[in-house]
């Protein structure tokens, strides 16, 4: 069954460093999704991106953060200047969403677990 | 989007049906049920979505009421791997924004 593959499985940085947290939806998927969670918490949406562009984000992806789908499989995350409140599991998921009815369904990844020291 | 509103835990003995009932009383017609699930620390897991008739798949069945203002999703024969938390999310129909994640049901299946 097609998968969300996520990398690094674990990372940690110091506090002020960049991070790049890279995601490979599954192939025929258009859109695409960051979700954190902080431990204990909900799952938060960050981003959605589709055609090459946000299409909605949230008010957590301030200007710290930037999505980019670079070669056409890859969909990274990066954070510039971490803080020590980033630290979460950070989720990818994309939907093959095609259609202005019907459902979508996403596919989240098995997570990034982000440790900011 | 709707509001859902789930009990915050369950528990259910393991090779019984896990039935995990969600409220969503402000639908609307072309609003979906979708659930998922999150076992500790992972990623979540769609399970099934319904918008009038009831629905079912090799996971699990999804029973929406007639006025689709509550739903029940049944794990027919649970095992100590369903234990997780299980989310209730309405969705517009056609709609490619983000799902949002509420509190969901602590699942435990106890042996």
């Known amino acids: 069954e097609p998968e969300v593959t996520q990398t690094p499985s674990h990372q940690v940085t110091q506090m002020g460093q960049e991070v790049i947290l890279r995601c490979v939806p599954i192939s025929n998927h258009l859109y695409f999704y960051w979700y954190r969670q902080i431990l204990g918490q909900k799952v938060e949406f960050l981003v959605s991106f589709y055609n090459n562009e946000i299409s909605e984000k949230s008010e957590i992806f301030d200007d710290q953060f930037s999505v980019e789908r670079p070669d056409g499989s890859n969909f990274t995350l990066k954070i510039r200047s971490t803080k020590l409140e980033d630290s979460a599991m950070y989720f990818c998921?994309?939907?093959?969403?095609?259609?202005?009815?019907?459902?979508?369904?996403?596919?989240f990844g098995a997570g990034s677990r982000l440790t900011v020291l | 989007d709707a509001k859902t509103t789930q009990p915050t835990s369950m528990d259910c003995a393991e090779g019984r049906a896990a039935n995990l009932p969600c409220n969503h009383s402000t639908i609307s017609g072309n609003e979906y049920v979708y659930w998922y699930r999150q076992i500790h620390s992972q990623g979540p897991q769609y399970i099934i979505h319904?918008?009038?008739n009831n629905e079912t798949n090799e996971m699990a069945s999804l029973i929406i009421t007639e006025d689709r203002k509550s739903s029940t999703l049944i794990l027919p024969h649970a095992t100590l791997r369903d234990t997780a938390v299980y989310y209730c999310i309405v969705r517009l129909s056609g709609s490619a924004r983000q799902l949002t994640f509420g509190s969901g049901t602590q699942l435990t299946v106890l042996p």
């Open positions: 998921a994309s939907s093959e969403h095609r259609s202005y009815s019907g459902a979508n369904v996403l596919t």
């Open positions: 319904g918008l009038k």
